[in-house]
């Protein structure tokens, strides 16, 4: 409820005036959705006169991992592939920040930026010939016209 969000906010400010790191989701909670939600003003209010820079962050990935929402459900349900892949994205330090729609237009063009960078590393037909390779062992893979089968 209220005080425990309060009581939260005070627990950032206090360890961010004691010098450390706080990493918060701005959006307030996980996405339902996949996508990137309005950020809370619990972020200016963290930070508000404490000098400390914002760190824009962007995690890319995750949905359809165990920590998304994804199937309809939270945390209990079983990894699509494991290991599953994850890329996180870091902005240049935002100091004073306008507000956190500022902040949020940084953290969306990390998630363009990310979105690009993955199109360079997709599964391009021979990185996904040898994961098929790897993952089915001992099964034939290749065959030729002479009819040699290779594993």
Request: proline share 7%; charged share 25%.
């Amino acid at each position: 409820g209220p005080k425990a969000l309060m009581h939260s906010i005070k627990t950032a400010r206090s360890a961010i005036e004691n010098g450390e790191l706080v990493c918060i989701f701005a959006e307030g909670k996980l996405t339902r959705s996949g996508y990137l939600q309005p950020f809370q003003s619990g972020l200016m209010k963290i930070i508000k006169g404490t000098g400390a820079p914002v760190i824009p962050v962007y995690i890319d990935e995750l949905w359809g991992s165990i920590f998304s929402f994804h199937g309809g459900k939270f945390f209990w349900k079983k990894p699509r592939r494991w290991p599953y892949p994850v890329s996180i994205r870091f902005g240049k330090p935002i100091l004073h920040p306008e507000n956190e729609k500022h902040v949020r237009k940084v953290v969306q063009n990390l998630g363009v930026e990310s979105a690009n960078f993955r199109k360079t590393y997709q599964m391009i037909a021979p990185r996904l010939f040898l994961r098929k390779c790897k993952s089915r062992r001992f099964q034939q893979k290749v065959a030729d016209s002479t009819g040699v089968e290779l594993t």
